[in-house]
């Protein structure tokens, strides 16, 4: 059980004094928090371009690249392969 002397300082301490209260209240939210964390003020549903990275040419790669021209906007795509030419697996067993 906690005494009204405790309560008193623990309702007084340098966190929970009004004049500490009202001053932080006054203050503009930070840009991000301590972790580097950014809210976006936007609506939920904005489009924005999105970096793709694919990694090979293979087929799966191909038919990506093919439905993203077909349905997709405001993509960055960037594959990376160690062949000379696309063709994955059918590339090199031939």
Same mark, same amino acid.
């Given at each position: ?39 976006? &003020? %936007?609506?939920?549903? $904005? ?10 040419? *293979?087929?799966?790669? #191909? ?6 021209? &077909? %349905?997709?906007?405001? $993509? ?10 696309? *063709?994955?697996?059918? #590339?090199?067993?031939?």
């Amino acid at each position: 059980m906690v005494a009204n002397a405790d309560l008193k300082t623990l309702h007084e301490s340098a966190d929970n004094r009004v004049d500490a209260n009202i001053n932080i209240r006054d203050q503009p939210a930070p840009e991000t928090d301590r972790h580097g964390y950014r809210i976006r &003020e %936007q609506p939920m549903g $904005v489009k924005r371009r999105v970096k793709v990275i694919l990694m090979g040419a *293979g087929a799966s790669s #191909l038919n990506f690249f093919k439905k993203a021209e &077909e %349905q997709m906007e405001n $993509v960055d795509i960037v594959c990376y392969e160690k062949n000379q030419d696309i *063709g994955g697996t059918w #590339l090199e067993n031939r």
